[in-house]
């Protein structure tokens, strides 16, 4: 891969020094916060039930653009790409396992284009 | 290390087991992704170092590849590990009179994995001295850290031998979703990830990825909202 197609921030090494070290300061003030503070009154009970929806809150938003408008082709729907984001979610659902889920995902993305030759 | 601290250890190097096999594949995910996005095995090795969140360093990733600026890397990828302060709020009772190093350790050393363990045991015997319960939560980590550096060294190192023309760019949102799906279980769950994705889909139109941010909010929102409802109605 040559460095002009790199992402900017991978190929402007300041850039992707400041991105780990300042996300790892976060992250360890994130973990320190009550830990820090010796005595530290529990947060009130709906800010905690705020927090605990972050992951559910961040992930499929995330994803979700990477499924649909996949940035390798072109941001053009792929089929595949799709079936095999469908299958991991409901094979997850339906095993509760992280492996198992990331397993059906697989072997559609690269199981579906032989099969369809 | 005396015998009842050398025994909570051990319980909690136990109870990280089934981690264990987890561990392994994403960090060797991790190392192949970010070394395939064009990182060096250095710089693939400082985020799992420094950073420890297998979810933000591929959130971080995923972001810098849809060509988001710095600051929005920086600060989505945090939005990702926001739960860490619930960890940390959720143990201070626990672990709170530890020593100060100790405390700073523990959370440098705060993953989901060393959590769910380490809560599980301090809720069902919540009367064992702190020196115990800091004994276990090291024992929770032994095993699973080192594992997460060397896995990610091993996918940096050796993952240049995977061929090039697999769909690998869709490794990340599987690994995602394979995180997220297993554990959608109430409609609160299920609210939030619809407003989030459908939230981040109509807002994709706002500059800088910043629409993720904001469905993101709305989507907290949304399920906590949910819950409580939910649990009014029971």
Same mark, same amino acid.
């Given at each position: 891969m040559s460095p002009d197609q790199l992402p900017e921030i991978i190929a402007v090494k300041w850039k992707l020094w400041t991105l780990i070290v300042a996300l790892g300061a976060l992250t360890f003030a994130l973990r320190f916060s009550f830990l820090g503070v010796i005595g530290a009154r529990p947060l009130p009970p709906m800010v905690l039930r705020l927090l605990r929806?972050? &992951?559910?809150?961040?992930?499929?938003?995330?994803?979700? &653009?990477?499924? @649909?408008? &996949?940035?390798?082709?072109?941001?053009?729907?792929?089929?595949?790409?799709?079936?095999?984001?469908?299958?991991?979610? @409901?094979?997850?659902?339906?095993?509760?396992?992280?492996?198992?889920?990331?397993?059906?995902?697989?072997?559609?993305?690269?199981?579906? &284009?032989?099969?369809?030759? | 290390m005396p015998s009842p601290l050398r025994a909570a250890f051990l319980r909690g190097l136990a109870a990280s087991l089934p981690f264990v096999l987890v561990i392994g594949p994403f960090g060797t995910l991790? *190392?192949?992704?970010?070394?395939?996005?064009?990182?060096? $095995?250095?710089?693939?090795?400082?985020?799992? $170092?420094?950073?420890?969140? *297998?979810?933000?360093?591929?959130?971080?990733?995923?972001?810098?590849?849809?060509?988001?600026?710095?600051?929005?890397?920086?600060?989505?990828?945090?939005?990702? #590990?926001?739960?860490?302060?619930? =960890?940390?709020?959720?143990?201070?009772?626990?672990? %709170?009179?530890?020593?100060?190093?100790?405390?700073?350790?523990?959370? =440098?050393?705060? $993953?989901?994995?060393?959590?769910?363990?380490?809560?599980?045991?301090?809720?069902? #015997?919540?009367?064992?001295?702190?020196?115990?319960?800091?004994?276990?939560?090291? *024992?929770?980590?032994?095993?699973?850290?080192?594992l997460w550096y060397l896995s990610t060294w091993g996918g940096a190192a050796f993952g240049k031998a995977i061929p090039s023309d697999l769909a690998l760019d869709f490794a990340v949102p599987i690994a995602f979703l394979a995180m997220i799906a297993p554990v959608l279980?109430?409609?609160?769950?299920?609210?939030?990830?619809?407003?989030?994705?459908? %939230?981040t889909l109509a807002l994709w139109w706002m500059p800088y990825s910043s629409g993720l941010l904001v469905a993101s909010a709305a989507a907290m929102i949304v399920g906590a909202l949910v819950e409580t409802l939910w649990e009014k109605r029971a």
């Open positions: 929806y972050t &992951p559910m809150a961040v992930i499929p938003g995330l994803v979700a &653009p990477a499924v @649909l408008w &996949p940035a390798a082709t072109g941001g053009e729907t792929d089929p595949v790409r799709l079936a095999a984001a469908v299958m991991t979610v @409901l094979a997850g659902v339906i095993t509760r396992n992280t492996l198992a889920s990331i397993g059906a995902g697989v072997a559609v993305l690269f199981g579906l &284009p032989l099969l369809l030759g | 991790f *190392g192949v992704v970010a070394t395939g996005a064009g990182m060096t $095995v250095l710089e693939t090795m400082g985020f799992s $170092v420094v950073v420890i969140a *297998g979810a933000a360093q591929f959130a971080a990733v995923q972001l810098m590849q849809d060509g988001a600026p710095l600051v929005v890397v920086i600060f989505t990828a945090a939005a990702v #590990n926001l739960r860490m302060a619930m =960890y940390s709020a959720s143990l201070a009772p626990h672990l %709170g009179l530890a020593k100060l190093w100790q405390r700073a350790l523990i959370s =440098y050393l705060l $993953v989901d994995q060393s959590y769910v363990a380490a809560i599980t045991e301090f809720t069902r #015997n919540p009367d064992r001295p702190v020196a115990e319960k800091v004994a276990y939560f090291f *024992g929770t980590v032994s095993l699973v850290v080192p279980r109430t409609p609160a769950h299920y609210a939030a990830a619809l407003v989030s994705v459908g %939230g």
